[in-house]
């Protein structure tokens, strides 16, 4: 067993690295600040290969495994979680296409993404106002009509919504039919009908866009349908559970931020006549950070290495997430106690830390939903 990166995947987290370090770090509060979305650091990252690092080789893309994808994204969640969101949710939107899709959409799809010199976003449309972790009450209709299907409905809570060049969006067929008539398309941004609702103003994670989609009478062709109809519950589980150990090392990045700047203030800030660190209850609190954010990098990278080989994963891609992101909650959490009431000053970055690390716990499945998929699977099998 070799838990050791190759000279390759060390090479690309030293890439990735500097380019959190250079060019995400230095304006990651001011983007907080103002909750503003850059496309510019996305340019930039377009240009390494960031934006379709899990676009396969035959169209065009780096053709990264999972775990390569892994080591971009908790360096990029070392940067900031809402620049990481961004970029991240490329990969997240071509699963669908990655797991069911046809050859011509993949090639029609994947190829927008590829460009380094005109990026694009794309964005992952499931979640509905009365359908969040119960997927199977999306309200979301799509009606054949001739050589096409029309949508109506809308979308809530949507990453890149509003920016991206395309959306993989699940509707349902036939609401009686729950489940079973939950069906998936991908659908151009541009398409008319196709709107941006509201865009979000969220506690965290501000630095990416969060928007309501309207869709009203958008007409998206027949080949536009991944899968067959009715598969689209199976086509956004599958995805799902390819994408969590990915949220699980976001937060990763983003508890060794808060970790790192709770280790160096502590080794700063004299009380009592030494400095913090050196006092039993605060060394205590370092070493329990420290263990957790290997803890959680471990979980996240045996679901990587498993989705890799082509194991299924339902149990360890769920652990990995829940669990990674309670720690870049309670990590979080001791790096503003660390700092004490500068802690809770927007000066510092563990404040802007602090408030990201909620989402994590949220997305792609709350961490109770994860814990009841485990669940499920431990009695069952």
Known sequence: ?????????????????????????????????????????????????????????????????????????????????????????????????????????????????????????????????????????????ARRDGEDYVLNGSKCFITNGGLADFYTIFATVDREKGYGGITAFVVDGDSPGLITGKIEHKMGMRASQTAEIILEEVRVPAKNLIGGEGQGFYVAMQSLDISRPGVGIIGVGLARAAFEEALEYSKQRVQFGRPICRQQSIAFMLADMATKIDYARLLCQRAAWMLDQGLECIKESSMAKYVSTDIAMEVCTDAVQIHGGYGYMKEYPVEKFFRDAKILQIVEGTNQIQRLVLSAQLISG
């Open 1 to 141: 067993m070799d838990f050791s990166l190759s000279d390759e995947q060390k090479a690309l987290q030293k890439t990735v690295h500097e380019f959190a370090a250079n060019e995400i770090r230095p304006v990651a509060l001011e983007l907080d600040e103002r909750a503003e979305f850059s496309w510019d650091i996305v340019r930039k990252a377009a240009k390494l290969g960031l934006t379709c690092s899990g676009v396969p080789e035959e169209y065009g893309g780096p053709g990264l495994g999972i775990l390569d994808n892994t080591i971009i994204a908790e360096e990029l969640g070392w940067g900031c979680v809402g620049v990481a969101a961004c970029i991240a949710l490329n990969g997240v939107a071509i699963l669908p296409l990655l797991v069911a899709g046809s050859d011509e959409q993949k090639r029609e799809y994947f190829t927008r993404l590829t460009d380094p010199d005109h990026p694009r976003l794309a964005a992952f449309g499931l979640t509905e106002p009365e359908a969040g972790s119960d997927a199977g009450s999306l309200r979301t209709m």
